[in-house]
């Protein structure tokens, strides 16, 4: 086992009571239509603590008290057959010496291997949010433990979710997870250049630059998307997640690329919004500037000792003053900001937690209270603009314009480092760029 995922496990068990076991399951296989898999990706969790990258396996670590921790692996058998049709198995043989564990059984035992794997142990901790996949394995486990009573077996007396202490660990990147995140950053730049350039040679549809980006993420050594590529043509980029990418490209309006490519498992998170032809309109670049001008204000109050929601704040009060500078909105500064009018054009969030998903693991308020930065943290600042189409209350200029501009950033000692550098930002870098 690679030093790192043991380390790991070793962090994750120091956190946890005495007689307590971990269950983590790696995933299953899943149909997408008849005799068709979706590609398998492993569970993050799984992942972090094992490195192994094989559906069906469950890996159980069992502290009985301080430094006597078990480790137990159960994974798919060897398979000749299945190995022909499907792809090489580690299997059981293995499982130990590669993984690093104290034993290794086939998945297919599980069920009568884990009640003794997990005997005496008081507390058992596994994901909730996997809880419909947990508690049928679950039940008849503590079924047979109880049945033992009479034979001195203790059953566990305490189910607990695991991604609270889990995730906590998750959310502090160690040095090994910022390079896999500044590949990921810098194969997702790529991607993004490629699109921009696939519009300024005259892609003509929202596929063709789809295309383009994710060609470059896997000639750069991406292993997949970090999740589904968006490409909004002209309104289009006023669906926040629309994924749909079949439109042709509106030449009078912005194109909006929200793309990440995963290196190693790690992923890259960019959202840049471009001018299909090249040039901005007077519009479309006002709120441009404005958007660019909220992440540039947002972006200064990454650093230690700043809650979490800082940017955030700082993005709405930015983009409050410009949509009245703008005439967008009407009144008070302060009191829009209080009555959410700004929700209208800007509705969501101003980032999230970033590394092995796209919206990673980790609390934002702790005690009721926005939590603060420290170095370690990753995360995404994206503010954007939205006026949709069909607003009747904005001049016919404004609608159907979309923008977001979003970059990955790594909290340091003393501020932020920007993974994401080497796009053309400004409008003007843009326009040049394109020409």
């Not at 204000?297 to 940017?311: E, R, V």
């Not at 937690?353 to 919206?359: E, P, S, T």
């Given at each position: 086992m690679n030093a790192v995922f043991l380390h790991n496990q070793n962090r994750l068990l120091a956190q946890l009571p005495e007689n307590s076991a971990v269950l983590v399951f790696s995933g299953r296989e899943q149909y997408r239509n008849r005799d068709v898999d979706y590609p398998f990706r492993v569970n993050s969790d799984f992942y972090w603590l094992s490195g192994f990258e094989e559906p069906e396996a469950t890996l159980v670590l069992v502290k009985r008290d301080e430094g006597t921790y078990n480790r137990h692996i159960f994974v798919r058998p060897k398979d000749r057959h299945a190995e022909i049709w499907t792809g090489y198995r580690l299997g059981v043989d293995a499982a130990a010496e590669v993984l690093g564990v104290d034993g290794a059984f086939s998945s297919e035992e599980r069920a009568a291997k884990l009640p003794e794997l997990i005997k005496g142990v008081h507390q058992v901790f596994v994901s909730f949010s996997e809880a419909d996949y947990w508690w049928p394995v679950l039940i008849p486990v503590w079924q047979g433990l109880k049945r033992h009573i009479r034979d001195g077996v203790d059953a566990p007396q305490g189910l607990q979710d695991l991604d609270g202490v889990l995730h906590e660990l998750r959310l502090i990147k160690q040095d090994w997870e910022v390079a896999r995140l500044r590949q990921a950053a810098a194969i997702t730049v790529q991607g993004h250049l490629a699109a921009m350039a696939a519009l300024a040679a005259g892609a003509p549809t929202e596929r063709a630059v789809q295309t383009a980006l994710e060609c470059a993420f896997f000639q750069a050594g991406a292993e997949r998307t970090a999740f589904n590529s968006i490409v909004a043509s002209g309104a289009n980029a006023c669906v926040l997640h629309y994924t749909e990418n079949r439109a042709s490209i509106d030449p009078h309006g912005l194109v909006l690329i929200d793309a990440g490519a995963e290196k190693d498992y790690y992923a890259g998170d960019i959202t840049t919004t471009l001018p299909a032809r090249g040039r901005f309109t007077p519009q479309q670049k006002a709120l441009y500037e404005l958007v660019l001008q909220a992440q540039q204000?947002?972006?200064?109050?990454?650093?230690?000792?700043?809650?979490?929601?800082?940017?955030?704040?700082?993005?709405?009060?930015?983009?409050?003053?410009?949509?009245?500078?703008?005439?967008?909105?009407?009144?008070?500064?302060?009191?829009?900001?209080?009555?959410?009018?700004?929700?209208?054009?800007?509705?969501?969030?101003?980032?999230?937690?970033?590394?092995?998903?796209?919206?990673?693991?980790?609390?934002?308020?702790?005690?009721?209270?926005?939590?603060?930065?420290?170095?370690?943290?990753?995360?995404?600042?994206?503010?954007?603009?939205?006026?949709?189409?069909?607003?009747?209350?904005?001049?016919?200029?404004?609608?159907?314009?979309?923008?977001?501009?979003?970059?990955?950033?790594?909290?340091?000692?003393?501020?932020?480092?920007?993974?994401?550098?080497?796009?053309?930002?400004?409008?003007?870098?843009?326009?040049?760029?394109?020409?």
């Open positions: 204000a947002a972006k200064a109050q990454i650093k230690p000792g700043q809650p979490y929601d800082a940017h955030h704040r700082a993005a709405v009060q930015a983009l409050t003053e410009g949509l009245v500078e703008l005439g967008l909105l009407r009144g008070e500064v302060s009191n829009l900001i209080e009555q959410k009018a700004y929700e209208r054009f800007f509705m969501h969030k101003t980032g999230h937690w970033l590394g092995l998903d796209v919206h990673d693991v980790g609390r934002y308020r702790v005690d009721g209270r926005w939590r603060t930065l420290v170095p370690g943290m990753v995360l995404t600042v994206e503010p954007g603009l939205y006026i949709a189409a069909d607003d009747q209350q904005v001049a016919p200029q404004w609608r159907g314009i979309g923008i977001r501009i979003e970059d990955d950033l790594l909290v340091t000692e003393t501020g932020h480092e920007v993974l994401t550098e080497g796009l053309p930002r400004t409008v003007a870098e843009i326009e040049a760029a394109m020409a």
